[in-house]
């Protein structure tokens, strides 16, 4: 598995399990490893063990939203000797701090490289986030070249977590297991109430920016601003589109339903 996966996002077996070798693996995942809700909408279900999200990532060439990218990156790490903990968190809505979604409202890791750095916090799946890992025992401003982070400390022990001034989510520090987020995913590929039933989304980091397929419309950025939106003329343009940008092969176009029914 760990030979696969290495291959899957373009890395070496890291020599030792340092910061370094840490933020080299997320970079090369973000640029690799789509953030993605397409199983969603194409009716396939979502399975939380840590053998069916290697096995979508590595096998399938797939993506994911948070529960199974930050999954099976936590696979990986595990197995190249880092320290990991899954973390559980609430994501404030539209940015506002006094709102904090569901419990188990997203995943995060906790990472503890062997050269006693950290611990760090590291996130795959919370679509543009930090391009490198931020690290957890800070409170003052870290920059990244995704923006500016800062964790502050939140209620009960939380941690809110910052970008570029603006509530992104409230962070718990306690461990979890992967079944602990059977609720919260549940909820967010079913629920009305859920941005991800309500829309498709695609996309990975670039060296200088972002691509996205939202739907049909496909945009890039750079520099963090938009360069180009292209909309796409039909089925065979977005499923070419999946294929040669984000290395994902379909046989049909997912489209948005009903929330919890197949497409």
């Known amino acids: 598995m760990t030979h ?27 640029r690799t490893v789509p953030f993605e809700n397409l199983s969603i909408h194409l009716g396939e279900e979502i399975e939380l063990t840590e053998k069916a999200l290697v096995e979508k990532v590595v ?14 990156f936590a696979a990986l790490l595990g ?10 968190a609430r994501v404030f809505e539209n940015g506002d701090e006094t709102r904090p979604g569901i419990p188990f409202d997203h995943l995060a890791l906790w990472v503890e490289p062997v050269d006693g750095s950290g611990p760090w916090l590291a996130d795959v799946g919370f679509g543009e986030f930090s391009e490198g890992p931020v690290l957890l025992e800070s409170r003052e401003e870290q920059r990244d070249s995704a923006g500016v982070f800062l964790l502050r400390e939140g209620p009960h022990g939380d941690l809110d977590v910052f970008k570029n001034g603006t ?12 079944a602990d987020f059977e609720g919260g995913c549940w909820y ?4 009305p109430s859920s941005h991800f ?40 343009a977005v499923l070419d589109v999946y ?3 984000f290395g994902i092969v379909l046989d049909r176009e997912p489209v948005v339903t009903r929330p919890g029914t197949a497409a």
């Open 59 to 72: 096998t399938r060439h797939r993506g994911g939203f948070c529960y199974e990218v930050n999954g099976a």
């Open 243 to 245: 294929r040669r940008h």
């Open 167 to 178: 509530p992104q989510y409230r962070l718990e520090t306690r461990p979890r297991a992967l």
């Open 188 to 191: 967010n590929r079913t629920s």
């Open 4 to 30: 696969a996966y290495l291959e899957r996002i373009g890395a070496g077996r890291p020599a030792v399990a340092d910061a370094e070798a840490l933020r080299d693996l997320q970079q090369r995942h973000l």
């Open 197 to 236: 039933t309500r829309g498709l989304v695609c996309s990975r980091m670039t060296g200088d920016g972002r691509i996205t397929l939202s739907g049909r419309t496909l945009k890039r950025t750079a520099a963090g601003r938009q360069q180009t939106e292209e909309e796409l003329p039909g089925e065979a």
């Open 79 to 88: 197995a190249l000797g880092f320290g990991v903990r899954l973390l559980a």
